[in-house]
């Protein structure tokens, strides 16, 4: 278990000393790299030990990112927006950003259909990022029977809507 910041940046040094591994990992994909990368949420963290807030100053949060020696960074996004609002400092330290992370909601029908359009939005802001990775977890839920059938549901319709998007990769 990581216990400090210090210990999880040990860590990643460790695993940055596999860069002798092939540079061309993905599928199908032998002139685009991807690079070891770490998500937000460890920031978050770290940051609220420190009395700070991830985010608020994003000169601040993504310039102690790029002195940690990680050259990507997988964010999470709630909106367009943030994206928007992000990818400056990413240009200004020379942060990648291969993947990117949202939330969304597909066991309630009733809002299925706005968190896939904030989805396919973000998509959109995303398209000149050069992120080739979408993530998304959906909101936790209490399994059963019924909910198993809903999410049948809405995965389906995520599939038909992203697959009638003809400007996204299969």
């Not at 994003?58 to 940690?68: A, K, N, P, R, Y």
Request: glycine fraction near 6%; charged fraction near 20%; proline fraction near 6%.
């Amino acid at each position: 278990m990581i216990r400090s910041r210090r210990d999880f940046m040990a860590k990643v040094a460790t695993a940055s000393t596999l860069s002798f591994l092939p540079k061309t990992i993905g599928p199908g994909n032998s002139s685009a790299p991807y690079p070891i990368s770490c998500n937000t949420y460890n920031w978050t963290t770290f940051f609220r030990r420190q009395g700070l807030t991830w985010g608020e100053d994003l000169d601040v949060s993504i310039g102690q990112f790029s002195e940690s020696g990680l050259k990507a960074i997988e964010p999470a996004f709630n909106t367009p927006g943030e994206v928007m609002r992000l990818s400056p400092y990413l240009d200004k330290y020379d942060i990648k950003m291969p993947s990117a992370y949202v939330n969304s909601l597909l066991h309630e029908p009733t809002e299925a259909d706005q968190s896939i359009i904030k989805v396919i939005a973000i998509a959109d802001a995303l398209q000149k990022s050069g992120t080739n990775i979408l993530v998304t977890n959906p909101s936790p839920i209490k399994w059963g029977a019924e909910i198993a059938k809903m999410m049948l549901k809405s995965s389906c319709k995520l599939k038909n809507l992203i697959s009638s998007e003809k400007n996204y990769a299969t």
